[in-house]
């Protein structure tokens, strides 16, 4: 019972949904489903390639250590470091790159599903509410 005595729906048992809330939802529910899987991919994506590239780094950290540990002269040393952060700048600036890349392509797929979904949810509205 509400407070003026009539009685309304009680959302805490009442499960059910007006059928033009479903027309007008639905869309949007699609698109949110289909953006949140364009992400998931894309962020997944960016993941795995995060993981590919921090390997193969700490196998060039530890190919550093057994360089040095093997080094005999203080060139051999100096050649060492400086193959390493010579390497490590071009892995890095290669790789943030990449990382860009699938950013920009993330971003752009999402905004084109958010579009798509905004369309869709619009034009059903619009068609609900006319007929």
């Known amino acids: 019972m509400s407070e003026g005595g009539q009685a309304g729906p009680d959302w805490t048992t009442d499960r059910r949904v007006p059928v033009w809330a479903l027309g007008m939802w639905g869309p949007l529910?699609?698109?949110?489903?289909?953006l949140n899987a364009h992400v998931h991919k894309?962020?997944?994506?960016i993941a795995s390639e995060w993981q590919k590239f921090v390997s193969n780094r700490l196998r060039e950290d530890f190919a550093l250590m057994q360089r040095i540990a093997h080094s005999r002269?203080?060139?051999?040393?100096w050649a060492a470091y400086a193959d390493f952060w010579q390497k490590a700048v071009e892995d890095y600036a290669?790789?943030?790159?990449?990382?860009?890349?699938?950013?920009?392509?993330?971003?752009?797929k999402s905004l084109a599903a958010a579009q798509s979904t905004a369309e869709e949810a619009s034009a059903a509205f619009r068609a609900s509410s006319i007929g």
Not at 42 to 45: F, L, P
Not at 73 to 77: E, S
Not at 95 to 102: D, H, K, L
């Open 73 to 77: 002269t203080p060139d051999q040393l």
């Open 29 to 34: 529910l699609v698109g949110a489903f289909s």
């Open 42 to 45: 894309g962020i997944a994506t």
């Open 94 to 108: 290669k790789e943030y790159m990449i990382m860009g890349r699938f950013v920009a392509g993330v971003t752009s």
